[in-house]
Every structure is written in C-alpha cells, then in structure tokens.
C-alpha cells in the first residue's frame, strides 16, 4: 500500500505560538514545507484534510494537484489538525447536526457548512484548557465567594444557589446563571472585571504566574489577552484542566470549551463550525451559544489516555463514540522494525510523522512529513525506524 506525500495549510491565527516557540512551525520546517520560519509570525494551526477553508494538496512526481481531486471528490469525513495554542481562544461549543444545518440555512455567510463538529484533543506538551462545566455544587460556592461573579449573574446565579440547596432544577438554573453572565450589560462588566481583577492583584502581589492555572493568576492573564472580557467570568463555569502529553479529551456537540496554551493534535468531522461568546475579537452569537449548550453535563470531563492495540504493541489508540474519526499513535524505537496497523481502514488515512525518520511501507520518511494512504484491506504498514532516534507517528482515520 503506497502512501502519497500530502502539503498541509497553515493557519496564522493571531492566538498561535510564534516562531519556533510553536510545534506547527517546527513541524513545518523539518517536513520541508517552510523554507525560513518567520521568529514575529504565529503559527497556530496545520490543516490536512479537504475542509474548503484549507484543502490538503497531493505532491506527486507529475506535480501537484488538490487533494479532494486526488480523491475523485469525495471529501474526507474527518480533519485532522496540529495546534499551537499561545493565548486563549474562544469561549465556545460546536453545533449538533440539526442545529449546523439550522444554522447554515440561516445565515450560510457565517456557518459556511451544515456538519457538526464533535473534536478529540491529544496534548503533545502540558496542554491547558477550560472544557465542560463544573459541577452545580462547585459553581453554587464560587457565586457565594467572589462577590463580582455573583453580582453579574444576578438572579440566575441566585437560582444556581437555590437549586443546589434543594438539590432539584440544576439545569434550568444554570442556564439561567450562564446567560446571565454572558449576556450582561457590557458596562457592568467591564466595571465587575475591573475589580475583581484588582482583587486577584491583591492575592498574587507581584508574582504574577501567567502559566498557572490557580485562579487569582489565570483571572490576570485572561484579562492581560482580553481586557475586560466577559469569557473571564467563566473560569468559575467551566472546569480547568492541564492535559500532560498522551492524554486527550473528547469535545462533543453543545459542550463548553477553550483551549488556553499549549499544543497538541486535533481530529474533528469535517466542519468549522464554531459558535463564539467570550475570550475572542471575532463574531459572538452569544444568544445561540446559551441556547444550546448541554446544561445537564456539569462534572469533570473525561480525560483519556488511550488504550494499547490488540494488533501492534506500539501502538495507543484513542477512540471517540463517533464514527468520523480515530487517532492512533505509534512509536518505534530506533532501529527497530514494527507495524502500523490499518484496521478499520475505510477511509483513507492521514499520518503525520511526529517525530524521528525511517521508513513506511518502504518510503523514506522524516519528521513533520505528512502522507496519504488509501482505504485497503486493513493490512498494516511495515515500519523501520531510523537508527538515530525514535521514530513516532500519529494516524487519524475514520472508524
């Protein structure tokens, strides 16, 4: 089975990891598909797939060519991603499929595709996010000791209050909690930031920690990327967590989110539907956001850690309750020879060589490279890792 080498986008979102400070570029460069990386430049995410807003090529011998044309049309069912995170980005959740469809319908120049985009996340260094809300009881005390959350959130945080303690409506009052915060009047909150940030400067004094995640410090930083932005007010909402490499979350439909720093893999159906209120220059549809979301999942999310194949003891799968996507990862020590196993094959296939060089299938790869292999009979890849160092790659597929 030969696999075909792929020329991915790159996306220079003003939230990405500048120059070689961001894992996009370092793979970029050592792949060969970036002369010079540019120290000023963010580079914040590297697209391979066919999504529209950034098409994979095909490099062949004869050239080069799209690679949805590659594919006689048909688009792949997943995209899959490397992401340099170096400030927060939005507050926000992805539709499910009947409100994408809604959506686009609605307003096609905003919501540019009718799919949803459930999205797993595989940290590559310490990967911080905020994803999913905290549990009612946690969120209730938070309203009860910080005096600037629970003056924005009004009556709908008094009702939060008043639920936990009858231990019955939790999710009507968070929703109404939510909405009130994120809907609040922007004078209010630009005063309510103020101060409560000048109350967070009290607690740290001068040693401000813009990687901690303790509140008094994230609260600070947040406001240093988006001064006297509302999405502040939801690190007492949404849990923060710090994801240690191999270890990865599910992001379904209508679940809150953020990412904060770091880097990592992300694999998604193919959409870039994404609905925004907080933590963002770009547009917010704040009303849709608070209507959507999944009220009834407050707790800590899931935090994977993959589990070893059955086929290949190299190998660590992660898997998603979807059917667009999966990821595995494979690691070879150097020298070695292995296999990449291709079962559930359906589906071509993208790999990024994370690390290391060698070969697959017996074409020579190095780090940063990225290769296409089309649906087959589920043979796997014979692999021979380099002799210097550790060869690690990373294949996303549908199931």
């Excluded at 296939?349 to 292999?373: M, P, Q």
Aim: glycine residues 8%; charged residues 25%; contains cysteine.
């Amino acid at each position: 089975m030969a696999g075909v080498r792929l020329i991915p986008v790159t996306q220079n979102y003003a939230w990405g990891r500048r120059g070689l400070d961001s894992k996009v570029s370092v793979l970029l460069n050592a792949g060969g598909y970036l002369d010079e990386v540019d120290e000023k430049a963010p580079y914040a995410e590297l697209w391979m797939g066919t999504h529209p807003k950034g098409p994979a090529q095909v490099d062949l011998s004869d050239g080069v060519v799209p690679l949805l044309t590659f594919l006689k049309g048909k688009p792949l069912p997943y995209l899959f991603k490397v992401l340099s995170v170096n400030q927060s980005l939005s507050i926000q959740a992805h539709p499910d499929k009947a409100l994408a469809r809604q959506l686009h319908k609605e307003r096609p120049d905003v919501y540019k595709d009718d799919n949803h985009k459930p999205e797993m996340a595989l940290a590559l260094t310490n990967f911080q996010a905020m994803c999913g809300f905290r549990p009612y009881e946690d969120i209730a005390d938070f309203l009860v000791s910080e005096p600037e959350f629970s003056r924005v959130a009004g009556k709908g945080g008094q009702a939060l209050i008043d639920a936990v303690k009858k231990e019955s409506g939790f999710v009507m009052a968070l929703k109404e909690a939510f909405s009130a915060v994120m809907q609040a009047e922007k004078r209010e909150v630009l005063k309510l930031v103020r101060e409560l940030v000048e109350r967070m400067r009290k607690q740290t004094g001068e040693q401000l920690d813009v990687h901690s995640l303790e509140l008094p410090h994230l609260i600070q930083r947040l406001n240093i990327e988006y001064p006297g932005d509302v999405g502040i007010f939801c690190v007492y909402f949404l849990n923060v967590l710090e994801l240690k490499p191999g270890e990865a979350v599910f992001l379904e439909a209508n679940l809150p989110h953020a990412y904060l720093f770091g880097d990592c893999l992300e694999c998604m159906a193919q959409s870039d539907n994404v609905v925004r209120a907080g933590l963002t220059p770009k547009l917010r549809d704040t009303k849709v956001l608070c209507e959507m979301l999944n009220y009834k999942c407050a707790g800590q999310p899931k935090v994977m850690c993959g589990t070893s194949s059955p086929n290949a003891e190299t190998c660590v799968m992660y898997r998603a309750p979807i059917d667009e996507f999966a990821l595995e990862v494979s690691t070879f020590p150097k020298g070695s020879k292995g296999e990449i196993p291709m079962n559930n094959n359906i589906a071509p296939s993208i790999i990024l060589i994370l690390a290391g060089s060698g070969e697959i299938a017996g074409r020579k790869v190095k780090t940063g490279e990225v290769l296409l292999f089309q649906e087959g009979k589920g043979t796997p890849l014979p692999v021979l890792a380099g002799g210097i160092e550790l060869l690690q790659v990373a294949r996303c597929h549908a199931i």
